[in-house]
């Protein structure tokens, strides 16, 4: 069975770090661009980054550039999101979602026909 499973998710404080991790299993993840997005209550959903298999190259949103890492780990078939300097405006339900038709990636969420996770809850509040 082909799934999309993020985890890491949490409370944390302002200025404080979080390691988003999304794990595949099912299919091998080394064929496929894959993004990380985000909604917040009330707001569409929108690309914070994504990474390319062809050539690892990776893209972020200008909200989160210099803050937010996205990195992936062939051998254990899951990519990272590392989260530093979390803001409020962070706060959201993040995605993971792959498509192995794209390249290079990109932060639009309609171009992943792939897979999506289900999600894992950030909150970052004093």
């Known amino acids: 069975q082909v799934q999309l499973v993020e985890s890491g998710g949490g409370l944390v404080q302002p200025g404080g770090s979080l390691r988003l991790a999304c794990a595949a299993s099912?299919?091998?993840?080394?064929?496929?661009?894959i993004g990380w997005f985000r909604q917040a209550p009330g707001k569409e959903r929108e690309g914070v980054s994504c990474?390319?298999?062809?050539?690892?190259?990776?893209y972020y949103a200008d909200s989160v550039k210099g803050r937010f890492t996205i990195s992936r780990d062939n051998v254990k078939n899951t990519v990272y999101l590392e989260m530093n300097s979390l803001k409020p405006e962070d706060t959201a339900v993040y995605y993971c979602?792959?498509?192995?038709?794209?390249?290079?990636?990109?932060?639009?969420?309609?171009?992943?026909?792939?897979?999506w996770g289900r999600g894992t809850q950030v909150t970052v509040s004093s």
């Open positions: 979602a792959i498509d192995e038709a794209i390249s290079p990636c990109t932060l639009l969420a309609v171009d992943y026909g792939g897979y």
């Open positions: 099912g299919f091998v993840l080394d064929s496929d661009a």
């Open positions: 990474i390319s298999s062809s050539d690892g190259s990776t």
